[in-house]
């Protein structure tokens, strides 16, 4: 398993960030621990989709140019790499600042094509899963994930960015294949995770996002750097940290239905300037109590789940929500978007992916009742 490091560092001033990272490191051996002299190195950040650094959905760049910059200096030869929802990679990393990195270091930052098997695991739930060729071909992967909610899963940390791994619009296609099911989604980022295996994972947790992430929450300073070989135990400590409950953690108890040792250790693998009893305050949580309250009955699931639905005043009728919809779901006509609701799997692509937030995600009266009693 390993321990889970938390560094306090309030703002991304480049000098403080670098400070923290060659931290990070040292408590895990020194960077030579993992990375050695000719290893190219996959630097897999956060590029969901293209955002302006400010929105706080991506990996900050200042956290990016400290880990390129440790790589290099330890003869390896970084390069930045994600697969976005669905905007071109190259105006997304531009927006994020990561090109501005590749053109300082002179080093690459292309997005994760050409899919490929991912070897799993014995255990695994899916056998047959494809992740970007350049994953697979890299000597080390370093893990630069983002803390956020997230509308679908609850939260994304070090675990959920692999999913990134997966090129293009076959991301879409997972979501059609689990459908409702959170768990089997949870269980497919767990086979990911586990095939991919990161060398290092570090946590830009310094301005995460809560309300309704990945992309349209609100900004929250929670002002720490999370390390860790072992992202299960971090993303486990964080959940409680931030005032969630595992059992509405979909990872968790994917988790705990393979019986992984990280379900039970990781309180105990926290270290740094903050332990896990550390609350933050006043976080708000995405509500996906349906999955543990309910037995698999679609018809069910769908009542007790929460919908998107569409705030039209915002819209700027760009249509990127019905191109990404993986169960054909949703017609957008004129700035006005009609949802198919008994053909929605609650996937939130479209809230995801819709740039100015006009899209939310309401829960229903069902849902609102039972969050009420329970
Ligand atoms: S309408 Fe939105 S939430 Fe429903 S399936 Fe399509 S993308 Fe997913
Ligand atoms: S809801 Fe958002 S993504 Fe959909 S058309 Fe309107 S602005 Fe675009």
């Known amino acids: 398993m390993g321990k889970v490091l938390f560094i306090r560092q309030e703002n991304y001033d480049q000098e403080g960030i670098d400070s923290a990272i060659l931290r990070a490191f040292e408590n895990f051996g020194g960077v030579r621990n ?35 910059k440790i790589v290099i200096e330890s003869g390896g030869t970084p390069f930045i790499a994600d697969s976005p929802g669905i905007d071109g990679f190259k105006g ?47 000597d080390k992967v370093i893990n630069l994930a983002k803390l956020k909610t997230h509308a679908q899963m609850y939260l994304t940390m070090g675990v959920k960015n692999l999913f990134g791994c997966v090129p293009g619009r076959l991301k879409a296609g997972w979501h059609y294949n689990v459908g409702l099911s ?20 570090i946590l830009d947790g310094v301005i995460g996002m809560h309300k309704e992430g990945p992309t349209s929450g609100d900004p929250y300073n929670f002002g720490i750097i999370g390390a860790c070989v ?7 400590a964080l959940c409680r940290m931030l005032g969630g409950k595992l059992e509405d953690y979909p990872l968790y108890m994917a988790a705990k239905k393979r019986n992984l040792p990280q379900c039970e250790s990781f309180a105990s693998e926290v270290e740094g300037d903050i332990d896990s009893s550390h609350v933050f305050p006043n976080v708000e949580l995405p509500k996906t109590r349906s999955m543990r309250l309910l037995p698999h009955v679609p018809f069910l699931e769908r009542l ?8 039209p005043e915002k819209c700027i009728g760009c249509g990127r929500c019905a191109e990404i919809c993986p169960a054909d779901a949703l017609r957008h006509e004129n700035r006005r978007l009609y949802f198919d609701y008994g053909k929605c799997i609650r996937c939130y692509c479209c809230h995801e992916m819709c740039p100015v937030k006009a899209i939310k995600v309401k829960d229903s009266l069902l849902l609102k009742l039972v969050n009420m009693i329970s």
Do not use: W
């Open 34 to 68: 993992f990375i050695s002299k000719g290893d190219r190195v996959l630097l897999k950040v956060n590029l969901v989709s293209g955002h302006d650094v400010e929105r706080r959905v991506t990996t900050d760049p200042s956290i990016v140019r400290s880990a390129a």
């Open 92 to 138: 997304a990393a531009e927006k994020a600042g990561f090109m501005n990195i590749a053109r300082e270091f002179g080093i690459e930052c292309h997005e994760l094509t050409d899919p490929v098997d991912l070897p799993v695991n014995d255990g695994a739930d899916f056998r047959r899963i494809q992740v970007s060729r350049y994953v697979l071909e890299a």
């Open 182 to 201: 959170r768990e089997k989604f949870a269980s497919l980022l767990l086979d990911i995770y586990l095939g991919v295996r990161p060398s290092f994972t």
């Open 230 to 236: 072992d992202a299960l135990s971090m993303d486990f």
């Open 304 to 311: 007790m789940t929460s919908k998107p639905v569409h705030i």
